[in-house]
C-alpha cells in the first residue's frame, strides 16, 4: 500500500508539477462552486490571469491583487471562491492536469495488444505536453504549495495514476507484485524526469521527438516489450 501511494505521489509531482515540501496546512478547497454563467466565466478569468502571470512572472510575481487586474475583477470576487492564493495555485495545477489526462487518457485506455507503439506514443505526447506547459509547470513547482496529503490532491492523481500503473502492467505482462511496483516507479521517474529537463531547454519539437523515441527504444529493449497476438478478423 505504501509503495502504490509513493507511486501516485512521483507519478503526480511531475505531470502537474506540483512540489510538495511545505508542511504548512494550507485550505485550497474552493469557498463555493461556480454553477452560472456570470460566475463560471469570473473563475475562468482568474485562472487564466493566474496562469498568465505564473508563465511570465513565475511565483514572487504572483498575488491575489496582480491577478485580479488582470482579470478584471475586483478582490471580493477573488476571495468569493478562492479562500487565498494557494488555492488558486491548486485550481490552476488541477485544472493542467485534466487538460493533460484528457490527452493521455486515450492513449492509456486503448485496446489492442501492440504495446510497443502504445508506450511510444504514449512518451510522444507526454513529451509534447510536458513543452507545452513547460512554464507553468516550472512555476508551480517553485511555489511549494503542500498538497501531498490533501484529499484534494490525492482524488486529483488517483485516476490518473491508476490508468498508468495498469498499463505499464500491461505492456510488461507481469503479475501485480512488488517487482510490478518497482518497475512502474522506475518507468516513470526515468520518463518524467527525462522530460522535464528535455522541455525546460526548450528542445525543438523534432528533436522532442527524436528523444521521447530514443528513450521509448530503450525501454522497450530493456523490459522486452513486445506486441502480442492479432486477433484476425472473422
Known sequence: MESEYNFLVTFSNHIAGVNCDVKQKIDISLKKQ????????????????????????????????????????????????????????????????ERQLAKLSPILQQSGSDHPSKLREFIREFFRIEAAEADLRQALKTAAIDLKQTKEFKALIAEGAA????????????????????????????????????????????????????????????????????????
Not at 491583487?65 to 475586483?74: E, I, L, M, S
Open 34 to 97: 461556480a454553477k452560472q454563467g456570470r460566475s463560471i466565466a469570473t473563475v475562468a478569468a482568474i485562472a487564466e490571469a493566474a496562469t498568465y502571470i505564473l508563465r511570465r512572472e513565475g511565483p514572487g510575481g504572483f498575488t491575489a491583487n496582480k491577478v485580479c487586474d488582470r482579470a478584471g475583477v475586483n478582490i471580493a470576487s477573488f476571495y468569493q471562491y478562492f479562500p487565498n492564493k494557494q488555492a488558486l495555485l491548486f485550481y490552476v495545477a488541477q485544472t493542467a492536469w
Open 163 to 234: 490508468l498508468t500503473k495498469a498499463f505499464i502492467k500491461d505492456a510488461l505482462e507481469i503479475a501485480d507484485t512488488e517487482d510490478l511496483d518497482f518497475d512502474v516507479n522506475f518507468i516513470v521517474l526515468l520518463v518524467t524526469s527525462f522530460a522535464e529537463r528535455t522541455t525546460d531547454e526548450r528542445t525543438s519539437a523534432v528533436k522532442l521527438v527524436r528523444q521521447a523515441d530514443l528513450l521509448c527504444n530503450m525501454l522497450i529493449t530493456y523490459f522486452g516489450i513486445r506486441a502480442g497476438p492479432q486477433t484476425l478478423p472473422e
